[in-house]
């Protein structure tokens, strides 16, 4: 199957549930036998594409809160910038993103449920706490490429710290910028601005699939249901991922 049509059809699933898709671009681009210097970099820009989308359209719906988000990002920005400049091993990197897929799909798993849960008594988390939580994302994000909302969301409906549609905003708004930050940090160690360009026809179609997948996730399919699409699709990436390795 063609690249850019997978990559489509994964935009449309995890825009969605408001994620960016930057783990299973990753694992796609692995399989394809990309080239391991520039497959992070294709990630976070496609995490940029189509969580955008999201972004504009969540906030416009009046469904975000700014003061519960930020210490998140003071925490991630920083940490996921620092992450994308490191090196590291091919072989580990594989490690990493099969871990990061098989944890991120179980916690979908187990968590799709809430998605369209309408109860509004949900638990304050300390500042502190939310700084920690976003160090460690943004940290592990900026080493494997993705925009860490994957692993945001289902914490925070674990924890239920705070309504269903401000955790998928505030998951869609730390992709975004955990996405910008770790690309920086991933440009210091390659020289590959020219190369990315070449790959336009991917960017055109996560473009495509995210304004689709935001449509479906407002208009037309329960939210639940996408969750436990993607949850599903990120399990199964993962073991293919499994595979390969193993």
Known sequence: MNL????????IIYSSVGF?????????MLLWGISYAIFPVIALMCNIIVVSGNCFNYIRRGNYNINFLAPF????????????TLLIDKYIFELLLFTVLLIAGVLILFNFKTYDDNIENYRSLPKFICFIIGSILG??????????GIFLSPILFLLRAERPK???????????????????????????????????????AVFVGGQIGNYLSIKIIPTRILAMITSVLVIAVALRIGFKIF
């Open 73 to 84: 990002l003071v925490g991630s920005i920083p940490f996921a910038y620092f992450g994308g």
């Open 4 to 11: 850019a049509l997978l990559f489509f059809i994964t935009s």
């Open 20 to 28: 960016g898709g930057g783990s299973t671009y990753l694992a796609l």
């Open 139 to 148: 940290f592990i994000s900026g080493i494997v490429g993705i925009g860490g």
């Open 166 to 204: 401000i955790i998928i905003t505030s998951a869609s708004i730390f992709i975004l910028i955990n996405s910008v930050s770790g690309i920086f940090g991933q440009l210091t160690k390659y020289g590959i601005i020219n190369e990315i360009f070449n790959f336009w026809y991917l960017f055109l």
